[in-house]
Nanobody
């Protein structure tokens, strides 16, 4: 399947941003979905995951401000970022894997990736 992410852009500190990722293909509900983010020169880091069960997990950097949700009927996973901070500036990627039903933090374990969407936070 293919993933397409959108919703990035320029947002002011303290604002709200909502990213979405749509998957093509079938059996979306059987995939664990996740968001990662990457800044130039650094590794792509785990942000949040929405499991096949509907459970969610967040990186410490996003707890309390990030909300991940999935809509299996629409083949979509979303990430809402509240009270954005300058350190949220990054390219955000959605990812999918279905080997595991537990949380997978390692980017190497994901099989499909979206093209990335740039988020820039201005102060």
């Amino acid at each position: 399947g293919q993933l397409q992410a959108f919703g990035g852009g320029l947002v002011q500190v303290g604002g709200l941003l909502r990213l979405s990722c749509t998957a093509s293909g079938r059996d979306f509900s059987t995939y664990g979905m996740a968001w990662f983010r990457q800044v130039p020169g650094k590794e792509r880091n785990f942000v949040a995951a929405a499991l096949q069960s509907g459970g969610t997990t967040y990186a410490d950097s996003g707890k309390g401000r990030f909300t991940i949700s999935r809509d299996n009927a629409k083949n979509t996973v979303s990430l809402q970022i509240d009270s954005v901070e300058p350190d949220d500036t990054a390219v955000y990627y959605c990812a999918a894997q279905r080997k595991y039903t537990r949380v997978v933090f390692s980017r190497e374990m994901y099989d499909y990736w979206g093209q990335g969407t740039q988020v820039t936070v201005s102060s």
